[in-house]
């Protein structure tokens, strides 16, 4: 099993953006030192708790100040980005890694962002939006050369024919760095996820967000449908990536001490508790591991003993050992990461202990 972070990124409300993105940026060096093999990095546009519009410019800078790690979007949302100017960011920024990105893609889940873009999430719009987006992409890549036109229900693309532009030789001409472009990944939450489906039915990365084990169970299923449905043999489990919320410490007192009174028990009592509680998101119940249990039972101390990995080596081993068994198999553990700027040394020590005591003993689980 390979270990890499998933930041939304989170920050709390008072961080400055600056001070932000240099807590994101710590992080990320800090995983290249510890070998960590990847990282993926959110986008939102209407959520203070999550402030970054623009994961490729974190990106870009951490690109240069690593080593080896590999750096993707986490995702870039397509419904809000014109197909033409983002094929080409990514294809540019793809050249800048050179062989260190990986282009992650989602449909959106904050209503907030889909009424600032006047998007129709109820309708699934968001959904038709992003392979619409996705396929113009591709065949940006593809035809660059021109002439080529795409005429789609929300955007239509015309590559000129370069002939007629050879005075000056203006033509489309950015194409990926990775042939035929970056490893491409899809990120979902809700049972059934369309977007994984999408995965399956493409050959993409599947990423499933941390709901309870049945529910992350159940995105594979999501992930061959797609498979079928697109008429492609089943993907490897070694490609499906797994986010957890994660805190390692000496000892389980200590761990548990540092995950509910660090930024991780903050950030989920005032931002992601009270979002996954509104009726809009109603994401609550695929916490539950029983459904009897009431809403507002669904706590911190629940999250902690049902959800969240924490506690000790040896403990947090256990933990992962049972998640692995549960859905049955896996390959990425990405380690969901808030600003711990304020608990850095113990943040960094979380980290040391996760990456060399606790998963050269999962080495053996490698999703196959």
Partial sequence: MELGLFLMPSHPPERTLYEAQQWDLACIQMADKLGLKEAWIGEHFTAPWEPIPS??????????????????????LLPFHHPVELASRVAYLDHLAQGRYMFGIGSGGLQSDHELFGVDMESGQHREMTR?????????????????KYEGKFWSINI?????????????????????????????????SD???????????????????????????????????????????????????????ETDEEAREGAINGMLGRAWEEYLLPLFSNGAYPFLTFMKH????????????YMLDNLWVVG???????????????????????????????????????????????????????GE
């Fill in 55 to 76: 994961p490729d410019i974190l990106i870009a800078q951490a690109l240069m100040q690593t080593e080896r790690i590999k750096l993707g979007t986490g995702a870039h």
């Fill in 132 to 148: 619409e987006s996705l396929d113009i992409i591709l065949n940006l890549w593809e035809h660059v050369d021109g002439p080529f």
């Fill in 160 to 192: 000129p024919n370069p002939e007629d532009y050879a005075f000056a030789n203006l033509r489309a001409h950015i194409t990926p760095y990775q042939k035929p472009h970056p490893p491409i990944g899809v990120a979902g939450a809700s049972p059934g």
């Fill in 195 to 249: 977007t994984l489906k999408l995965a399956g039915e493409r050959g993409y990365i599947p990423m499933s967000l941390g709901l309870n084990e049945v529910y992350v169970a159940s995105h594979w299923d999501a992930v061959i449908e797609g498979a079928q449905a697109g008429g492609k043999a089943p993907p490897s489990r070694r490609e499906w990536r797994i986010v957890r919320d994660i805190w390692v410490a």
């Fill in 290 to 301: 029983d459904q009897s249990l009431k809403d507002e039972d669904v706590t911190l101390d």
């Fill in 312 to 366: 000790s080596p040896d403990t947090v081993t256990e933990k992962l050992q049972s998640l692995y068994h549960t859905v049955g198999g896996f390959g990425h553990l990405l380690w969901l990461t808030y600003d711990h700027s304020e608990q850095s040394e113990a943040y960094e020590t979380s980290m040391r202990l996760l990456a060399d005591e606790v998963m050269p003993r999962l080495s053996n689980l490698t």
